[in-house]
């Protein structure tokens, strides 16, 4: 009886851990700053040659160069 007792009360605690791995894990990531204005940068190295963080005008001029590049149908169609 006792050994059965002690299985029990074994069973019950591994799927007590098994449930807790499943628990959602907290948020309290920064998320998106938007007090910050879009062309200060993120902080990441990951941005296109000749752009500088916190310069307005290569901003701008990237952002039409990549709308009219990449979003444009009618410069994507065409034979290069």
């Known amino acids: 009886m006792m050994q059965r007792t002690v299985h029990l009360t074994l ?4 799927a ?7 628990g959602e894990k907290p ?9 910050a204005p879009p062309y200060a940068g993120t902080g990441s190295n ?4 000749g752009w500088k963080a916190g310069d307005k005008s290569s901003w701008e001029a ?11 149908e009618y410069t994507r169609t065409q034979a290069k």
Request: hydrophobic share 40%; glycine share 8%; net charge positive.
């Open 11 to 14: 069973a019950a605690a591994v």
């Open 16 to 22: 007590a851990l098994a449930l807790t791995a499943c």
């Open 27 to 35: 948020q309290t990531g920064m998320g998106i700053r938007s007090d």
């Open 46 to 49: 990951f941005t296109q040659p």
């Open 62 to 72: 990237q952002l039409k160069a990549r709308q009219q590049y990449g979003q444009n």
